[in-house]
């Protein structure tokens, strides 16, 4: 008998819906046992996050060549262009809508984050790079053998990214569906997923129907110039979303982004060099939610703002995002301090700024990771030689 094989897709789906249904029931022990699974898929996650980044994107401009430089620019570009429409969007729409969703003065102890269950263990598995030194090394690691005569250090870079590939191909994503549905459960069980959601619910669904329009406007952008249906090339990046709704990590869901990303026709070595930069300065959703919520707070609790200073908080938070690490909650801790320093934020603003984000943050890092896919799309179009195939 032929053996049936369920696709990426489907097993996410399964296990984000198992995981809200098995909180609701469940006792403790159980879930305490997903926890400690998830505690040390996560320490494994954060130890291979940098060298992806090194084992993709290293090769990725070696092997494009000298016009590396350029694309890394152009990418760069496109990126901090694609967040500050992003950030100036949600204040649009947030400055003309939330001033008739929000009701006034609501004290800050009317809100908690619920706390999880604490895993049995964890065996800490230090990073061997962070982030932003894994993205340095890799552009003048790359940019360097792209301008050698010799392909010796060429060959061991591209030895250690078939390392890499086989470790997401034969551990991480086999593992993905396990370590999502481990994520829901814990939420739904400590009361997260209901009780912080239904506080903001007003917000939160202003929020993600912006998400929505963002994406599709993304993916009409990119077809104008690939010439696509852009619900087809979205369509395709899907699973990339959903991965992302468990991960909450636009690092983490690298390896399913870049799969559909090259599945929409974007040639091996760009989207290899463009995906992996893109989860890390590529942050259109994060960006968009976190203007929205400071927005909506701001409101809440009367803090004075104008749009001088909203303009300067997008730009600089486009530049802060960039310093974002790959893991869940990254975005917001990343812009604590312009939160502090440009809307003054106290730190009970803070606080409840931290517990409004951590409660979409799936929602804005599968943005972030699907929006990835179009940036890709544009920069395909641009410096591949090869056409896009018709699918």
Known sequence: MKKIRIGLLPRIIIAIILGIAAGMISPDLPVRVFVTFNEIFSQFLGFIIPLIIVGLVTPAIA????????????TVLLAYGATLISGF??????????????????????????????????IPIP????IMTALVLAFTVGLGIAHLETDYLKNVCNDFQLIIVKTI????????PVYIFGIFFNMTHSGQ???????????????????????????????????KNPFRLLGRMMPAYFTALGTQSSAATIPVTLKQTIKNGV???????VIPL??????????????????????????????????????????????APGVPGGAIMAAL??????????????ALMIALYIAMDSFGTACNVTGDGALALMINKWFSKAPIPKK
């Not at 040639?267 to 060099?273: C, K, P, R, S, T």
């Open 63 to 74: 092997n494009i060549g000298k016009g590396a430089g350029k694309m890394l620019v152009v």
């Open 267 to 273: 040639d091996e070595g760009i989207a290899g060099f």
């Open 337 to 350: 301090g312009i939160l502090s320093s440009i809307l003054g934020f106290d730190d009970n603003a803070q």
């Open 127 to 130: 990073e061997p790079l962070n």
């Open 193 to 227: 997923v209901f009780h912080i959601l239904l506080i903001f619910i007003k917000i939160i669904g202003v929020i993600f129907l912006l998400h929505i329009f963002l994406l599709v406007f993304q993916y009409s952008i990119a077809a104008l110039f690939v010439h």
């Open 278 to 323: 893109c989860a890390t300065i590529h942050l259109s959703g994060s960006t968009m939610k976190i203007v929205a919520c400071a927005l909506a707070l701001m409101m809440i609790q009367g803090i004075p703002y104008n749009f001088q200073m909203m303009a300067g908080f997008i730009f600089m938070l486009g530049i802060t995002m960039v310093a």
């Open 89 to 122: 969007l949600s204040y649009g729409v947030g400055e003309s809508i939330f001033p008739r969703l929000i009701d006034n003065n609501i004290p800050l102890s009317e809100i908690s984050e619920a706390q999880g269950i604490k895993p049995f263990f964890s």
């Open 169 to 176: 191909q034969e551990v991480i994503l086999p593992l993905l």
